[in-house]
């Protein structure tokens, strides 16, 4: 089925997940186009094609950034899944640089790990200005003590690099439960994406000023040509517009 054109006519916001390698981002950006999905608000993306590349499917984990888009009842969203592996921090940089806000995804079997510690401090460096936590895999926990201290540590590291860590909104859920249809966790992602909507404010535009998109990258793509991704920062651009 054709890819159906895009109406801007909600407000647009760009989000992404960020995180410790294997906590769970993939598996919670395939969760929420799933759950939207079944609400009519997205079209279905499943893991495996977020995770597009041979190399990353063999290894099992991201390496690019990957880009699928969504809505909820109040809002269109771009979602950027950044890997999380330390060797590819480059690539987790070029996708935080584009958020409005980051939802930050945190094992409650591992609680915050190395990845998870950089990747607030480079949420920080580049201006990702607001997170959300999903405390992921809480399924396999049975200790609630536990959860509340891995809460705890989340909190305390968010405010450690100057993000206001008792205010920001924690969801407790299991990606995986509710990309398999389960509906206890299906109702959690539909709590995280109800705590982006009203956390993260809707960003001002600045349309009435020149043009200016910075290109995060480059791809060839048969039957298109040349395209090319990356966030506009100001202005406006039509279709047929031609820019140097």
Same mark, same amino acid.
């Given at each position: 089925?054709? /890819?159906?054109?895009?109406?801007?006519? @909600?407000?647009?916001?760009?989000?992404?997940?960020?995180?410790?390698?294997?906590?769970? /981002?993939?598996?919670?950006?395939?969760?929420?186009?799933?759950?939207?999905?079944?609400?009519?608000?997205?079209?279905?993306?499943?893991?495996? !094609?977020? %995770?597009?590349?041979?190399?990353?499917?063999?290894?099992?984990?991201?390496?690019?950034?990957?880009?699928?888009?969504?809505?909820?009842? !109040?809002?269109?969203?771009?979602?950027?899944?950044?890997?999380?592996?330390?060797?590819?921090? @480059?690539?987790?940089?070029?996708?935080?640089?584009? #958020?409005?806000?980051?939802?930050?995804?945190?094992?409650?079997?591992?609680?915050?790990?190395?990845?998870?510690?950089?990747?607030?401090?480079?949420?920080?460096?580049?201006?990702?200005? *607001? $997170?959300?936590?999903?405390? !992921?895999?809480?399924?396999?926990?049975?200790?609630?003590?536990?959860?509340?201290?891995?809460?705890?540590?989340?909190? +305390?590291?968010?405010?450690? *690099?100057?993000?206001?860590?008792?205010? $920001?909104? =924690?969801? /407790?859920?299991?990606?995986?439960?509710?990309? !398999?249809?389960?509906?206890?966790?299906?109702?959690? $992602? #539909?709590?995280?994406?109800?705590?982006? %909507?009203?956390?993260?404010?809707?960003?001002?535009?600045?349309? %009435?000023?020149?043009?200016?998109?910075?290109? +995060?990258?480059?791809?060839? =793509?048969?039957?298109?040509?040349?395209?090319?991704?990356?966030?506009?920062?100001?202005? &406006?651009? /039509? &279709?047929?517009?031609?820019? @140097?």
């Amino acid at each position: 089925m054709a /890819k159906a054109k895009f109406e801007r006519s @909600k407000p647009h916001v760009n989000v992404g997940t960020i995180g410790h390698v294997d906590h769970g /981002k993939t598996t919670l950006t395939a969760a929420i186009s799933k759950v939207l999905s079944d609400k009519g608000l997205a079209e279905k993306v499943d893991f495996e !094609n977020i %995770d597009q590349a041979p190399e990353e499917r063999e290894r099992g984990i991201t390496i690019n950034t990957a880009h699928i888009e969504y809505e909820t009842a !109040n809002r269109h969203y771009a979602h950027v899944d950044c890997p999380g592996h330390a060797d590819y921090v @480059k690539n987790m940089i070029t996708g935080a640089a584009q #958020m409005d806000g980051a939802i930050l995804v945190v094992s409650a079997a591992d609680g915050p790990m190395p990845q998870t510690r950089e990747h607030i401090l480079l949420a920080r460096q580049v201006g990702v200005p *607001y $997170i959300v936590v999903f405390l !992921n895999k809480v399924d396999m926990v049975d200790d609630e003590e536990l959860l509340e201290l891995v809460e705890m540590e989340v909190r +305390e590291l968010l405010t450690e *690099y100057s993000f206001p860590g008792d205010e $920001i909104p =924690i969801v /407790k859920g299991s990606a995986l439960g509710a990309l !398999n249809g389960e509906g206890q966790w299906e109702d959690k $992602i #539909m709590e995280l994406m109800d705590a982006v %909507d009203s956390y993260v404010p809707t960003p001002e535009r600045p349309v %009435d000023q020149a043009f200016l998109m910075p290109i +995060e990258d480059v791809f060839t =793509i048969t039957g298109r040509g040349t395209v090319v991704t990356g966030r506009v920062e100001r202005g &406006v651009v /039509k &279709v047929g517009k031609k820019w @140097k």
